[in-house]
């Protein structure tokens, strides 16, 4: 994290495709899955930010363009809830 905040970088997460795609497997229940360290890199000052980058494509056919979506099952899935004044 420290070369990352180092080169000025912000990070964004997806989520809702992340946990979509991880451990896809044919006739299998996925077991790993997981989303990047949002609650570490915010607390090492780094910019963050998340979204969907998949429209009804191959990748995620689920996506709608729905930003309040996005924000509202990132809040669930990476337990954003609190503090609520982010």
Do not use: F, I
């Given at each position: 994290?420290?070369?990352?905040?180092e080169a000025n970088i912000g990070i964004v997460s997806l989520p809702m495709c992340n946990l979509y795609l991880q451990d896809r497997q044919s006739q299998s229940t996925p077991?790993?899955?997981?989303v990047t360290?949002?609650?570490?890199?915010?607390?090492a000052g780094i910019p963050l930010a998340v979204a969907?980058?998949?429209?009804?494509?191959?990748f995620y056919g689920f996506?709608?363009?729905?930003v309040l979506e996005v924000f509202n099952m990132a809040v669930r899935i990476a337990h954003?809830?609190?503090p609520y004044g982010d």
């Open positions: 994290m420290t070369l990352v905040k077991r790993w899955r997981g360290l949002l609650h570490e890199l915010k607390a969907s980058d998949n429209c009804r494509d191959p996506g709608d363009r729905d954003l809830d609190m």
